[in-house]
Structure formats: C-alpha cells, structure tokens
C-alpha cells in the first residue's frame, strides 16, 4: 500500500481464517509528517497486526481504511459483469485482488500495488456510459440480450469500481482549456476539472433522481453547507468536483467508517454523537463541529433518510499533518416520491431516534457540543424549504413530484 509515492506498508489476508494483516513499512515509520495518517485503527508499530474482527460485507475482513477504498454495491456490480464477460466469476477472485483491480484509481491517494492492468483509452462519451451502466444494471451479458461492447465495459469498469455508493456513477476529467472528457481513472493533474459524475439514466419512472439531488446542493449550498461546486451535463447527468483531486494532488480521505471502524448498517454505531465526538478526537476546528450541525440539521428537514456513516468524510491536510471534515456529499431527498412514507427511519440517531426527531433532540446536541445560535440554524434550513420549491421549479421538477416531496419534509417543533 502506497500514499504520496511512499510506501506505507503491506497488507496480508488469510481466507481460511477471514483475517487481514498490517504491517507498516520501517521508513514510513521512522517519517513523523504523516504519523497522523490513520488516527485511529491501525495502530504505529513496527510489529504485525491482525485485523479478525471485520469480517463483515462493509469491510470484508480488511482494516477499515483500506476497506474504504473497495467498491461499493454499484461498482462490485460492474465487477462481476466485466469478470463474467472474461470467464470469470466474483467469487473467484479474493479482497486483495479486488484491491489490485483499484490499484492507483481508487478514491483518496491511497494506492495498492502490483495493480491489475487496465486498456488505457483516450475520450469517452457520457451517454455511452450511461447506456452501459443500464445495461449492468439489468444484467444484460454478452450472451443475451442487447449486447455490452467489451471497450465499453472496460470504461465503466474503470470508472465506475472506485466510486463509492449504490448508485450508477463514473469518474471522469474535464480538459479545463478544451472542455475534452477522458477517464477520470488516473489522471489527477491541475490541467483538468475532475468530477464524480452519477449517470442519469432512463429507467422510465416520471422523474429523476439527478435533477433532484442537483436541487438540493443548490439549496444545501444556499443554507451555508459546504459542498464541491456541482452542475448538470446533458441536463440530466449530476456532475460533482472531486475533494480528493486538488491542485494536481491526490488528497487522503477516511470516512467515519473507515477512521473509526464503524460499519454503517450497524445501528448501535450509527449515531450522530459519534460523529461529533470523532471529530472531537481529531481535534478539528469548532467550525466543523457547528458544521456537522447545520447537515445534521439539513438532513431531518429535508427527509435525507440514507445520511449514513460512509456519507461522512474527512480529509487529510499532509503540510499540517491534521484531519478536516470533508465537504458535503450525496445530501438528497432518498425516498421514492412516487410512494406514500408515514414512517421512514433516519440512518443515524439522534439523542437516541431515528423518527419524530424534534427541535429539543437537536438541541440536546447542541449543547453538548457547543454549537451557537442552533434555533437560528434550524429555523434558517427550514425556512429554505420555500428555496428548494423556487429551484425544483425552475429545474422543471413535475408538480407532482414537487407536492410528494414537500409533503414528506420535517417541521422541526
């Protein structure tokens, strides 16, 4: 495992046993400017370590910082179809492949080496992309149906295994003098605008999810919540700039499950005290803090029922050797509006709920952590629902979707 050309350590597993082992390489160690690279988890010593109690589908039996870096729902399933198109079957190849397979592409800087070979390729179209990822996700092989082009396959296998999240998505780099888009796979020089782009594809319901989530980072935005600057392309694909692509640099990112070893389908760690309290540990900023307020906030009024702990992240500063909170990300409405929901549940707790959250359970936070001001807060991300009707308008949201939406939001009282 590499970071910033330097090799960090190795990284062993044991499919017998479903354990993983660590141990840091003696240089990295004997390097104090990046000691702080792995707060928590992975401890700093020469010594071998064992990680036996991980074995879960979020970590797979990997230190959790590592299991950061494996795809997640969407992208394991363009693994299995690229293999299936080669012969092979998912289960044949084992964690540390698939982490040979991310190589030097995965999300943040770290990189694992010897990695897998992939066909470079030089532009690529986001239609096209779009067009095969529907194509995975009905499942759609080479023997059947119509048919997924083995190049094609190859780019969204590319693209789409790093990405993080369930959904269809790709990364991809932007020429900022010709406006050219090539795979965002390797190329992080400061002569491109690199983009997680989430594929608007056409799957017949009445409304997309896109232009819904690119309405709430205009209001998120609009509330004083921190997010990477977004657009739409084509109208319909939701394009967000890259926070671990900056300035030509690589920038290490942890989420909270990969910092602290928290698996997020697990609800007695899914709270938001653990959230506040790990970024107590990092000793961040107190505007960080008041921060994750103002989401937390943003996300029970706005029925952001999915805000679960991999959609917290936090990135490392290497000429400071310090953590900061991440900017926002994946904040949108999570729910089909084209159904009735009297009690769905939000991921994280909060003062011990996870529905008819009130006023007085974000207050209860607030004072234990300090924030200022947090009725004002509140009262301002409420008052920014009128702003999120003024934007799914003018996006041509149908009306009906707009009411579904609306009907849904929490007053906090």
Known sequence: M??????????????????????????????????????????????????????????????????????????????????????????????????????????????????????????????????????????????????????????????????????????????????????????????YAHYLVKLGIDTGITYSKELIEYSYYLTATKLGIQMMPSKLIDGKHFATLRYDRQNGEKIHILTACGMAGWDFEDPNVSRYENLFDLALYLKLPHQDIEAIFRRMAFNIIFANKDDHLKNHSFCFNKSENKWRLSPAYDITYSLNPLLNFTRAQQAVSINGKRIDITLDDLLVLAERYTVKNPKGIVREIQDGIGVWVTHATELEIPQHIINAIIKSLTRVV
């Open 2 to 191: 590499h970071v910033f050309d330097m090799e960090v350590g190795k990284i062993g597993f044991d499919e017998n046993r479903r354990a993983s082992y660590f141990q840091y390489h003696p240089e990295f160690l004997s390097d104090d400017n990046y000691l702080n690279l792995f707060p928590l988890i992975i401890r700093k010593q020469l010594q071998t370590q064992v990680f036996d109690r991980y074995n879960t589908q979020t970590f797979r039996g990997l230190p959790p910082p590592v299991a950061d870096s494996l795809p997640d729902t969407f992208g394991n399933l363009v693994l299995k179809t690229w293999l299936e198109s080669n012969n092979k079957t998912f289960q044949q190849i084992s964690v540390l492949e698939q982490l040979a397979y991310v190589g030097k592409r995965g999300m943040g800087a770290l990189e694992y080496r010897p990695a897998k070979d992939l066909p470079a390729n030089t532009t690529i179209n986001i239609d096209e992309m779009a067009r095969v990822a529907r194509l995975v996700l009905e499942n759609k092989t080479l023997a059947g149906g119509e048919a997924l082009d083995h190049a094609s396959l190859v780019n969204i296998f590319k693209m789409g295994s790093s990405a993080g999240g369930a959904g269809p998505k790709i990364l991809v780099s932007e020429n900022k003098q010709t406006g050219r888009i090539i795979p965002g796979d390797l190329e992080y020089s400061d002569d």
